[in-house]
């Protein structure tokens, strides 16, 4: 493990946000991680599922550790106003799935998904 690599790990895991690799490569500039390798960093994590990703719709893919401590698993909803991305309970489709493996034998995987909607804020502002 290289020092640049830990130091993306380190940043990811001192954080319970979803970073972008931007975010992730401000955290890092004292540390003198140049901004490709934060990218080459993060793609290679990704791919050894090391680290979970996210696109969001319309925004930059969004980042963090792909294993949740116990308790701390969960979905992604996408702010469409205003793009933030939301932590939403792990059983929050459990209902849905049940229902689409009954009726239709469709295993549903929301934790590969991002579901879009309004984050509590822009909601109150609709109204």
Known sequence: MTAPRRAV?????GRSDHLTADEVSLLLERADVHRATVYRTLDMLSAA?????????????RYHLAAA?????HLHGHCRECGTVAVLPADALAGTA?????????????EQSTLV?????????AG
């Not at 049940?98 to 929301?110: I, T, V, W």
């Open 49 to 61: 599922g090391v680290v979970s990703h996210r696109h969001t719709a319309g925004g930059a893919t």
């Open 117 to 125: 909607g309004l984050c509590a804020e822009c909601a109150a502002r």
């Open 9 to 13: 790990l380190e940043a990811l895991a």
């Open 69 to 73: 401590p116990e308790g701390g698993e």
């Open 98 to 110: 049940a229902r689409l493996r009954e009726a239709a034998g469709f295993r549903l995987e929301p």
